[in-house]
């Protein structure tokens, strides 16, 4: 099975300028509609969230004004036996909403909140007057809305606004002043319900419709860039979009007036909306049909709020300078904003989608968004987050109970980073050396590995042997050594008298994804036991199944003396992580040795308590280890040119390539272009690090793209080389 990575929809020249006001115009009208429910529409969702959390994306918003009809006209509407008096009505308020569009100020964006959708026939009428000419229109609906007073089966005036946009509707509706649409730049999605004279008089007029049957063949993605490829036919036009809320399948948003069966996913809607923020040409957005009345728990009203926000807020780029602007040099981040994350996959802010390779460097091993442990943070985050450690909760005591006995420990100590948990352990061993071993005051050694990374606090940068992590941050507190990663008699040599303990990571991820030779942690521990050190093992990235066993120590049957956890441990919500270790070691902290306001919060408890029990009952290492397996066997096969040597353990594998031949920072930006989402690490090494609920299928389309990329890449490469001769690669 084919997954596809990184759909884009439409894109353009420019980017709407998010500096622009948004006005909110509420169209407070039901003339149209069998119901008077959607006339509370607008004013329910002014008082609710729509505005504040489009400003909280950064963008300028204020609700301009909320229009409703005349007294007259609302008696005009009522009258039922009169159809003429009631479109009347409905041109007279739709008219005033065409004169408030058409007098916005260019640099204003105008997002229209309905009522019915007969107000659209002011909308688009008012936005062409102020634009000076018809924009395109995508019109996303249920029904084709394409009646005229003759065709009419219902007497429905909101089925009527698209035929009189387009000129062949009643001359009251069609005398609202305004440019008719272009019907070659007019199209219909997610239709599924209408009579025949509505197509008969849309097929006249050559509108593209996009029905639910089409949808469903072809997929929502393809269908809304070919439309927007129709509405966008001319760029000086711009061009709007129109959402009827009924277009969606009402068992996702039910609060409308005219629901229809099997409409389109509301998810899957709102990810094609993105694209348009990188849309300059979009001049308009209207939201219609929302029904307060009949949304009792304000999903519906959610799912507006999510609709708006999805195409109206910043791109990528505005975010990208923002970021550069007033953040202070940290991360070098691939050019991509992301927005959403549910399971293996990533959303950006245009839309896009890429498959997650990396987890946050581990931190997302069950998935983004996992249900059980966003229950879990939902819940406790609604009773109780926070006391500090001057008090006890209730959640805290399960949680290091539960941690203890899956490790194997008799003491844990909860902090909130990996580097905290580095310190912890450090400060631990250095206690430990003193009051247990009887090291001499201010004598304590701590050995480390060349290659490794444990933070980058002034301590742990003290035991980096990488010189841009320490350049410009010295003098670093003394006792701190190192020796190669993988040589058991370089260990031996350097231990003393002195020699607290021995700091590893069973596999170096920073470092380069570098595994140790065979035996390799089993003769560490041996040694350190022989010579009274603590073996500490840093499993922040590797434990908790990322590595085919529950920690990457398994593999060799080591039980460290003291064990530090982090990332996955916070489920990829919140910083959680942890030291363990017996008695003997633990017992040398009393209290106000060491202390976090944060650390072991009842939430982040809470939350870790569930990622154990996921733990638990998923036994993810079996699957990264039979997955990891597939993904090294298939890379070695690919015989990919220019990569010296492929290295890993389950789920977390490295690609590193000759510097002659390849540069993997540029790779990870070829593999970001295609969906791909990866960092280069230390070496020039591609990092492969999937959440570990990745299937097989999409892992097999992981490994197709990411040996076309590679394969591609490395051979443009060298083709632009001195030899010019792509046959050296291989």
């Known amino acids: 099975m084919k997954t596809q990575f990184g759909t884009r929809f439409g894109g353009g020249s420019g980017t709407r300028a998010p500096h622009s006001t948004i006005k909110i115009i509420g169209a407070a009208s039901a003339l149209g509609a069998p119901h008077a429910g959607t006339a509370a529409g607008p004013s329910a969702l002014q008082a609710g969230p729509l505005a504040s959390h489009l400003r909280a994306l950064g963008l300028a918003v204020e609700w301009l004004a909320t229009l409703s009809p005349l007294a007259t006209d609302t008696a005009a509407g009522a009258d039922q036996a009169d159809m003429t008096t009631r479109i009347a009505a409905n041109a007279a308020f739709a008219a005033r909403l065409a004169d408030h569009l058409g007098a916005l100020p260019p640099a204003h964006f105008p997002l229209v909140i309905g009522g019915d959708h007969a107000v659209a026939a002011g909308t688009w009428r008012g936005i062409g007057r102020r634009r000076g000419r018809a924009p395109g229109l995508i019109w996303i609906d249920a029904h084709l809305d394409s009646h005229t007073d003759a065709s009419t089966h219902s007497g429905n005036i909101h089925g009527m606004p698209l035929a009189a946009l387009l000129g062949a509707g009643h001359p009251a509706l069609c005398a609202i002043p305004g440019p008719d649409l272009d019907p070659a730049r007019t199209c219909i999605i997610g239709a599924r319900a209408w009579e025949p004279e509505e197509q008969a008089l849309l097929a006249r007029f050559g509108v593209r419709v996009f029905d639910m049957a089409e949808v469903n063949a072809r997929g929502l993605p393809t269908v809304f860039c070919e439309a927007m490829t129709i509405a966008r036919a001319d760029p000086d036009a711009g061009f709007g979009l129109s959402l009827d809320l009924d277009a969606i399948d009402p068992q996702g948003l039910p609060a409308v007036t005219c629901p229809e069966a099997a409409g389109i996913d509301p998810r899957a809607l709102a990810d094609c909306l993105l694209g348009l923020r990188a849309c300059a040409d979009l001049v308009g957005l209207e939201i219609v049909e929302y029904r307060p009345d009949l949304d009792a728990d304000g999903r519906s009203a959610r799912w507006v709020v999510e609709f708006a926000a999805a195409a109206l807020g910043p791109s990528s780029a505005w975010l990208r300078d923002k970021e550069s602007r007033y953040g202070a040099a940290n991360y070098a981040p ?57 008090f006890s909760s209730d959640r805290l005591p399960v949680f290091l109970e539960r941690l203890c006995a899956t ?64 350049d410009g941050f010295g003098p670093f507190p003394p006792g701190l050594e190192r020796v190669p990663f993988g040589d058991t008699d370089a260990l031996e040599a350097a231990i003393t ?152 353990r389950g789920l977390l594998v490295g690609l590193a390539f000759d510097p002659a031949l390849a540069d993997a920072g540029e790779l990870a930006e070829r593999l970001l272009a295609r969906g791909i989402a990866t960092r280069d690490t230390n070496g020039n090494v591609i990092r492969l690090a999937p959440p570990l609920i990745i299937d097989e299928d999409t892992l097999e389309a992981a490994i197709e793209g990411i040996v076309t990329t590679l394969r591609q890449s490395v051979a443009e490469r060298g083709a632009a080389g001195p030899t010019g001769a792509v046959a050296n690669l291989q």
């Open 407 to 470: 490790f194997g420990y008799a003491r844990a100590l909860p902090v909130n980073t990996g580097l905290e948990a580095v310190e912890t352990a450090l400060k631990a061993a250095r206690k430990w050396g003193y009051q247990v071993k009887g090291i001499a005051p201010e004598r304590v050694r701590i050995i480390a590995c060349d290659g490794n990374f444990h933070g980058r606090s002034i301590a742990i940068v003290g035991l980096s042997s990488n010189p841009h992590y320490r």
């Open 497 to 648: 008298p002195d020699t607290a303990a021995f700091l590893v990571e069973p596999i170096q991820g920073e470092g380069g994804i570098v595994v140790p030779p065979a035996g390799y942690l089993s003769r560490c521990a041996e040694i350190c036991r022989r010579h009274g050190v603590l073996l500490i093992a840093d499993e922040v990235q590797t434990g908790l199944g990322r590595c085919g066993r529950l920690l990457a120590c398994d593999h060799e049957g080591v039980r460290p003396d003291g064990l530090i956890l982090g990332k996955a441990l916070g489920g990829g919500l919140l910083p959680v992580s942890a030291f363990l270790a017996d008695r003997a070691l633990m017992d040398v902290f009393r209290p106000g040795d060491h202390g976090s306001t944060f650390g072991g919060n009842p939430l982040a408890a809470a939350v870790g308590t569930e990622v154990l029990a996921l733990l638990e009952d998923t036994r993810p290492w079996e699957r990264a280890e039979r997955l990891g397996t597939r993904l090294m066997d298939a890379l070695r096969a690919a015989a990919l040119p220019g990569v010296v040597d492929i290295r890993g």
């Open 334 to 390: 691939l050019p991509a904003v992301f927005q959403r994350g549910e399971g293996v996959w990533l959303w950006d802010t245009e839309g896009r989608r890429y498959l997650d390779m990396m987890s946050a460097y581990s931190a997302v091993s069950f998935g983004h968004s996992h249900p059980r442990l966003v229950g879990a943070l939902i819940d406790q985050a609604q009773r109780l987050a926070l006391t500090s450690r001057a």
